[in-house]
C-alpha cells in the first residue's frame, strides 16, 4: 500500500512540475526559452537536428499584415507535447531581441500567450499530442528587420530540442521580397541555466 501510495505521489509531482500547460512568464524561462529551467527535464536536451520544422506562408512581411507560422513535424508521424515560439530579430547566428507580436486568428486552443502583456512568445496550453500547432504574427510598429521565428520543441518530459527549429529569415517586403541563401546554422547545447522548481 504504501508503495502505490508513493508511487501516485511521484507521478502527481511530475505532472505538476513538467509544465503541462506551458512554459511559466519567467524571465529567465522567456529568454532561456530551456524546459532545463525545470528540474525535472534534466537528461532531455538533444543535440541532434530536430524532426520540427516551422513553415511560414510568405517570403517577406508587411507592417500590420498578418504572416501564417505553422509548427510541425518533418513527417505525420512526428508529434510533439510542449513548445515555446518567438519571433526574434535574425542576426546571422546570433539571435536579437524579440519582434512584433503573435495573435490568435481562430480558436485553436492548443496554444496560449506565455506572458499576456507582452505578446510576443507563446507556448503550449495542454500537455497533448500535436501534429501542428498554426498561429498568426504582426509587426505593427516598424519594418526595419529581418525576423526569424525561433522555437523550442518538447517530444516528451525527457527529449527536446531548444532554440533549434528554425523558420527562414523573413525580410521587410519593403526592403527585400525574400530571404537569398539562408542555411540553418548547427544545432548546438545552449547556455548553462539555473534550473528551479514552480511549487516547493
Not at 511530475?14 to 532561456?32: I, N
Not at 530551456?34 to 524532426?51: F, I, M, R, V, Y
Not at 508529434?79 to 530579430?89: A, D, E, R, Y
Amino acid at each position: 500500500m504504501m508503495v502505490q501510495l508513493l508511487a501516485i505521489i511521484v507521478t502527481l509531482s511530475t505532472v505538476v512540475y513538467s509544465w503541462p500547460d506551458g512554459a511559466p512568464c519567467k524571465r529567465a524561462v522567456v529568454e532561456s526559452m530551456n524546459p532545463l529551467q525545470a528540474e525535472e527535464h534534466a537528461g532531455g536536451l538533444q543535440l541532434t537536428d530536430p524532426p520540427y520544422r516551422i513553415d511560414v506562408d510568405s517570403k517577406c512581411y508587411w507592417r500590420n499584415q498578418a504572416v501564417t507560422l505553422t509548427l510541425r513535424g518533418n513527417t505525420t508521424k512526428e508529434h510533439f507535447k510542449g513548445f515555446v515560439i518567438q519571433p526574434l530579430i535574425y542576426k546571422g547566428f546570433k539571435q536579437g531581441k524579440r519582434s512584433g507580436k503573435l495573435v490568435r486568428l481562430d480558436d485553436n486552443g492548443s496554444w496560449r500567450q506565455q506572458c499576456f502583456r507582452y505578446q510576443d512568445s507563446v507556448t503550449n496550453a495542454h500537455d497533448e499530442d500535436k501534429n501542428e500547432v498554426r498561429l498568426w504574427w504582426k509587426n505593427d510598429k516598424d519594418d526595419d528587420y529581418i525576423v526569424q521565428f525561433v522555437a523550442t520543441v518538447v517530444k516528451s518530459q525527457y527529449v527536446f530540442w531548444v532554440k533549434s527549429v528554425l523558420s527562414p529569415p523573413l525580410p521587410p517586403c519593403r526592403l527585400q521580397r525574400k530571404f537569398e541563401g539562408y542555411v540553418p546554422p548547427p544545432v548546438t547545447a545552449p547556455p548553462q541555466t539555473i534550473p528551479f522548481k514552480l511549487v516547493n
